[in-house]
């Protein structure tokens, strides 16, 4: 790595620092110093790709969903989100710079084993009524809008501090089987804590969704630029409204236990071009 390199990590762990500040839920230890999320090319996980220098940003995207590129014109990385369903094997994204030719950056994803829970709740969480089903399908077709975001000015920072403390009772990916019917996979972290408890923004950003849904229950949606997004649910109380702009620390809500659930926690989403992936990346543990 050149020196000129060092300094401008150096120069952006200092930029991640977090100021202290009274009005916020509680104190987070400074991140580590290096570029976030941390890269786990595995279905979940983020693809740290070089795309090398440039006098300006490059674009880049895949499946028409358009990644987050940060960096410099020394050298700009794509961070792309890689779906839970994605097979493992090659993979690619499409990049243009400047007038150039449309080219391809192509990258291995790995393969990832998750573990497996089985609960059981209401039948009618399970097995949707038809108001329930054409309710699910309205709040759907709302969610796809709202992950569809990708806003300027793109994040100065990406390491995140955890949105509330508690244990983490459920892992991302892990393979769900409600009343002995296999569901998608955990696409977030869920951290128990007692209802109640304030929730923390990880990052400066704007809420962009705020709502009551059969699944999620009551839940805030934070974009944080560039497709970067974050997402809480089952909270016992939102203390947002929409377009309001939040820094680190500042209090969105409370956990709850809404929705589909077993008992009080936060469910704690981060989404990448519109992918959701593993929040452990974002944070020091």
Known sequence: MTMQRRRLLAG???ALALPATASRAWAASPPAPDLFPRALQVPGGVARLSLGPSPTRPAASHEGAPILVIGDPIEWTALVGIALAQAPGQASIDVTSGGEPKRRVAYTVAPKKYSEQRLTVAP????LSPEDLARYQREAAHAKEVMATFSQPLPDRLHMTVPVPGRR???FGLRRVFNGQSRNPHSGMDIAAATGTPIAAPLPGRVID????FFNGNT????HGGGLLTMYCHLHRTDVQLGDRLEVGDVLG???????VTGP??????ML???MVDPALFIDA
């Not at 805030?220 to 974009?223: A, E, G, K, R, S």
Request: hydrophobic fraction near 35%.
């Open 124 to 127: 009618g969480k399970v097995e």
């Open 12 to 14: 952006l762990a200092g």
């Open 220 to 223: 805030v949606w934070l974009d």
């Open 265 to 270: 926690h936060l469910h704690w989403g981060v």
């Open 210 to 213: 705020v709502g009551d849904y």
């Open 273 to 275: 071009n519109r992918t």
């Open 254 to 260: 409370q956990v709850g236990a809404t929705g589909r």
């Open 169 to 171: 009772s459920s892992s």
